[in-house]
Nanobody, 123 residues
Framework: QVQLVESGGALVQPGGSLRLSCAASSSHFRFYTMGWYRQAPGKQRDMVAVNTSAGTTNYADSVKGRFTISRDNAKNTVYLQMNSLNPEDTAVYYC?????????????????WGQGTQVTVSS
């Protein structure tokens, strides 16, 4: 069982930046595939960014070049740096975790989820 706690969500103006953090409870953190998903009102949950234990990353096309996922295994924490935010980025952002074999390109959703943190981009 992995517990995930997100923080950093806020109201930000278009063009602004925000960094989300997610602290994981598991001592096996370094082995997990960690990710960020988001869900906008009335829409399904979509993958934003994923970082594997091997250090490979995968991003949604809509955030490539603007968002960066990173992890600090010593702190059991994964981050999402979001730049050049626009109103379409408004959503609840969820931290996720799954095994090293999780395929983020499939339609499967990760096994473990945090409670979510709200990001609102508005002037």
């Amino acid at each position: 069982q992995v517990q995930l706690v997100e923080s950093g969500g806020a109201l930000v103006q278009p063009g602004g930046s925000l960094r989300l953090s997610c602290a994981a409870s598991s001592s096996h953190f370094r082995f997990y595939t960690m990710g960020w998903y988001r869900q906008a009102p009335g829409k399904q949950r979509d993958m934003v960014a994923v970082n594997t234990s091997a250090g490979t990353t995968n991003y949604a096309d809509s955030v490539k070049g603007r968002f960066t996922i990173s992890r600090d295994n010593a702190k059991n924490t994964v981050y999402l740096q979001m730049n050049s935010l626009n109103p379409e980025d408004t959503a609840v952002y969820y931290c996720t975790a799954d095994s090293p074999f999780f395929d983020s390109t499939s339609r499967n959703l990760p096994r473990y989820w945090g409670q979510g943190t709200q990001v609102t981009v508005s002037s």
